[in-house]
């Protein structure tokens, strides 16, 4: 058997620079995510990922000796320069093999393992709310929706010392690793991510981009990244990885004052109104019932909340359509302008269809 990747990273909807980075090295794999504002998040998890990359070249430590040494060298930089000062980073790491994984886990960026239909979390987020879960204050679907869900309770760089999680998982042919920073996961729902994984079997890199394409969709009200990684029949030596470098350059971008209004309102509560007249500007074009229809709304459900509606049911045959070359990406959503555009993209899929079976 043989290890394959993919990575995607985007710096979201809302912010204007990326604070995630990322390593894909063999057999490294690992996804940090900054935190401190400004620039700091960004040195935080490149300077924590980049003291893992050079550790392993040189092969002297265990994986999880080689994250303390990284929460040592973050926390020296923090105190050294002012404009650093209380940064940090989540980190999730393995070192991969094809029978099986080792891993090392800080923070709230997670590990999944997606095998034969299921997805199971290998990491426990270190945040306030799990504590609240753990301890049967709050249920899980609470937590997913509490105010302080954000707040880390341990993380690298922030204290001299840190604990850090490790386990060993073992692996079978066609199993599914994804390590994510927590912009795919307090936008997409796991039952969401599940079924982009099972919808791109073999494609590592086209399930990593579908996965970060859905956190944008649903808000992107953070950075999101994503490795995906695949257990594969074949020699060990001919695996494939997505080329990456070892930390993410920032990717910044300014958003209209809408999107503002969106973060607002997920963040702060404090713009609904505004929020709920974006959404119902939105139109799309997906599946309903097995069938094509016409969506308002956003193509997403963040935190368990539908953010779209059908608005016309249209009877087309949805897996016909998805047959079509033009139209591969249907279950995911179609995204248009306008309710006219969504019925111009349905009446040429009707078209395309029919052109399909008049031809011999």
């Known amino acids: 058997m043989r290890i394959t990747a993919g990575v995607a990273t985007d710096v979201g909807q809302v912010r204007q620079g990326n604070e995630d980075a990322f390593v894909v ?23 924590a990922l980049s003291t893992i990359t050079e550790m ?33 980073t989540t980190l999730t790491a393995v070192l991969a093999s094809p029978e099986a994984i080792h891993l090392a886990h800080v923070g709230d960026s997670r590990a999944y393992l997606s095998r034969a239909g299921t997805l199971r979390q290998l990491t426990r987020d270190h945040t306030l709310v799990d504590r609240m879960v753990q301890a049967g204050e709050i249920t899980r679907d609470e937590a997913e929706v509490h105010p302080h869900r954000n707040v880390l309770l341990r993380a690298l760089g922030t204290e001299p010392k840190v604990d850090v999680d490790a386990d060993d998982i073992g692996l079978l042919e066609g199993d599914r690793i994804v390590l994510c920073s927590d912009g795919l996961t307090t936008m997409v729902a796991e039952d969401q991510i599940l079924a982009i994984l099972d919808a791109t079997v073999g494609k590592p890199q086209d399930a990593a981009d579908r996965l970060v394409r859905a956190a944008n969709r649903a808000g992107g009200i953070d950075n999101i990244t994503v490795i995906v990684l695949d257990v594969d029949a074949g020699d060990p030596d001919e695996g494939t990885v997505a080329e990456a470098p070892v930390a993410v350059r920032p990717n910044r971008r ?63 045959d949805a897996a016909a359509v998805e047959q079509l070359a033009t139209f591969p990406d249907l279950r995911d959503g179609i995204n248009v302008d306008s309710r006219d555009a969504a019925l111009a993209t349905v009446e040429q899929m009707r078209q395309d269809l029919q052109q399909q079976d008049a031809t011999p």
């Open 56 to 88: 392993q070249k040189a092969g002297t430590a265990s994986l999880e000796d080689e994250v303390r040494e990284a929460n040592r060298i973050v926390f020296a930089r923090a105190g050294e320069d002012e404009r650093y000062a209380g940064m940090g």
């Open 254 to 316: 300014w958003w209209p004052w809408i999107v503002g209004a969106i973060a607002g309102v997920l963040l702060l509560g404090a713009a609904f109104t505004v929020f709920r007249s974006y959404v119902d500007k939105q139109w799309y074009v997906g599946v309903s019932n097995g069938h094509v229809a016409i969506y308002q709304g956003i193509p997403a459900s963040p935190f368990g909340f539908d953010l779209s509606h059908v608005d016309l049911d249209t009877e087309l």
């Open 25 to 47: 090295e063999p057999p490294l794999y690992a996804v940090a995510d900054g935190m401190g504002g400004a620039r700091a998040g960004e040195v935080a998890s490149q300077l």
